[in-house]
Every structure is written in structure tokens, then in C-alpha cells.
């Protein structure tokens, strides 16, 4: 008896192409399989055509009962459901939490990377500013009324040695210009202090001398004021160096903290759903579970971001605050969905999560600024 299906197929699926065994996988297979029961490979001999070929990948990708769609339409409508049913069993319907994540967390990178609208914050840097006094000191000078010629002359050459003209001009405090005025012993004096002073000392001796003198590497230092070579000093250089560029071009540095952000979430949610797993200690969830939620509601985190960032984009509005507040509400509609608790009790943990969240976020980025600076 043949074995033929009721409708008649089309395309590269049509009868004439099936074979005998998949050319995937080599099982063994039936007229009737329009898909390898082993591997899911189409059963088709055709050779692929170019349309073929784009067709496979976009019906990966935008058909209707592709996974991403029913991620995206399980992760959008329904909230916390589909993290329920992926952990009760519905995987193959679904795309992995992780790679979804992933993919999202990309997404978002280019889209502020594009979106960089922090580069115009590089006008606040030190060297657009305007100096604040404007005056000419050697016409300020001549006024002056001498006893003789020679007291005269010597003043001069005391007001060309510390070439104050230029360090009113660049807007030099008085700080930097003790700083600029003998370096050497400057340094030999910080070093005499108890390690933080001395190390901010360094630090701000470095800035000063990085911005009024031409320093660019921490050798160059060393020879040029008789630093002794040694670990701190390279650190509190190399520091200085960062903090001179950030300061510099202030944007540059917010948009590169930004763009790392996406990625910290990777180091971030595993060690918060630590705390989801003890706010929920007596719900039967396992670790990875919870993890598996967070992941879920920081995708769609990253979706109402990117939408919001495309909405700013083409009306030029500010919408981030709107989409925040929408996921605040589906937050809360997640947590009732998946722990499957009472209002108040939801209420509450919605709230301490939220707190503890924010604390911890708030050490992670304070620890994610520091190690910016330091690698700058
Ligand atoms: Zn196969």
C-alpha cells in the first residue's frame, strides 16, 4: 500500500524529491515524511535554488509559526506564562531564554551605539572651556611704578619664568601652577604623606602635568621629573591618563559605560535570581528556574528599549519614561503569572525585589564606572 498524503505537496516538497534516507542524519525514511522524524531536516533531493535557500533562512526567522514569533508573542501578551511553560516542558516551541537574550542584548548595543547622542556632551569638556579671567599681565605689568631699571628687570624675568600669561589664559587654578612651578619637589613632597593622600596627590599631580606639559607615555615622566619607577606611581599615571581623557571628552566615556551595559545584565541577573530564588524559597522553582524568568523579563526589557530608542528616533521625543512604567506593570503582572501568589503577597515582593534591585544595580554600575576609568 502507498503511502501518500492528502494534500498534494509543493516546491522542493513535492513527492518526486523525497528519498529514501535523510541526507542529513542517513535515517531511514517513508514517502509520507515531509520532515526527517530524526533530525528535522526537510525530506527533499531538490537541489537548492537561490530562493530556496532564502526562503529556509527567512522562514527561520519571520514565518508565522516560527519560534521567534512565538516567543516574541508568548513574551509580549502573555506575561510569565511563557516562562511557565518552558520550564514545564514547552521548549521546542520556544527560543532559548538565553540566546534570546543574547540576541536582544546585541540588538540594543548597536541601536545606542548608532544612537550615540552623548558624543555632544564632549562640549562640557576642559578644553572647550573659555579661560575665566582675560587679561594681559604684561600690560598690567608696564603700570606698574619701579624704585630702578634693574628691580624692573628682575620682576620681568620672575613673570617669564612662571610664564603666568599662559596659565591665565588656559585657566590654570592656583593649585596646578604650585604644581607647574617646580614639579620635581612637588612630587618629592607628596611622597612623604600617608598612602591615600599621597596616591589622590599623585593622581592629581599626573592630571596637571599630563594637561600643561607634554607627557604621553609614564617613562617619559619618570626621566623628565625624577619619579622613582615603581607600581603605585604607574597606577596613579595611568589613572590620571584616563580620568585627563574622560575629562576631555566627557560624552565619549558616558556612551562607552553605556555600551557595556547590555552585557554586565549577563554577569547581573544570575547573581540577583539568587534573591529571587530566597524571596521564593517555598515555591517548588529550582534555581535555574528563576534565572530563566529574570532572563525572560530582562528580554523584554530590551525589546521596550529598543522600540522606545526607535520611537525617539523618528519623532524625537524623549519615550523611555513611558516604557519603563511599561514594564513596571508587566512586571508585576509576571511575577502574579509565575509564582502564582495573592496580590498582597506579590505586592510586597514586587517591592523588595525592586529596592534590592535597584541597591544592587547601583554597586554594579558604581563598580562597572571604576573599572571603565581604569581601563580607559
Ligand atoms: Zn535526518
Redesign the pocket.
Known sequence: MENKPAVQPSGRFKLKYRGA???????P?ELSDK???????ANSTKKLTLFDFFEEFLANYFSYDSKLWKTLTALLLRPGKITREYINGKRLSYTNPFRFLLSLSIIYFLIISFNSKFESYNKFGYENKKPIIDIDLNKEFQKIEFENEEEKQFALSQLDSLDINSYIKNGISKKDSTILADPKSYFKDINTEDLTRRFLGKIDFFNTIIKHDTIYYFEQGLTKFEIPENKENEMAFNLATSLVDIEKRPGTFINSLISKLPFTTFFFLPFFSFFIWMVYIRKKYTYTDHLIFSFHNQSLLFILLIVSNLINAVFNISSEGLFILIFAIYLYKAMRNFYQQGRVKTVIKYFFLNTLFVILGSIAITILIAASVFTY
Open positions: 534516507d535523510c541526507l542529513n542524519c542517513g535515517h525514511l520532515y526527517c522524524p530524526n533530525c528535522s531536516q
